[in-house]
């Protein structure tokens, strides 16, 4: 199993960055795929970025060159690096990871794009 614990949300006004974390419970290294997802109110649930276990990273298009997925094997924790924040970047973020077959959420963390 894998438990996921996600920080980092809060209100930032546009234009602004926030740094997300999402800590594993075990190592990032077994883990074949780890992705920051996040749901606006009334849509989709969205992929956002995605990191392998060797370090090969996807975004989404309407975020490639604002934000970057990273990993710190030391802390088990990947980050999600957000700049240059747009009000329709508004959304829960979730982290997940793929492990053994299977797939683990974790709780989510709010992200709010404001004045």
């Known amino acids: 199993q894998v438990q996921l614990v996600e920080s980092g949300g809060g209100l930032v006004q546009p234009g602004g960055s926030l740094r997300l974390s999402c800590a594993a419970s075990?190592?990032?290294?077994?883990?074949?795929?780890m992705g920051w997802y996040r749901q606006a109110p009334g849509k989709e649930r969205e992929l956002v970025a995605a990191?392998?276990?060797?370090?090969?990273?996807n975004y989404a298009e309407n975020v490639k060159g604002r934000f970057t997925i990273s990993g710190d094997n030391a802390k088990n924790t990947v980050y999600l690096q957000m700049n240059s924040l747009k009000p329709e970047d508004t959304a829960v973020y979730s982290c997940?990871?793929?492990?053994?077959?299977?797939?683990?959420w974790g709780k989510g963390t709010l992200v709010t794009v404001s004045s």
């Open positions: 997940n990871a793929v492990y053994n077959g299977r797939v683990y």
């Open positions: 990191i392998t276990s060797v370090g090969i990273k």
């Open positions: 075990r190592s990032i290294l077994s883990i074949s795929l």
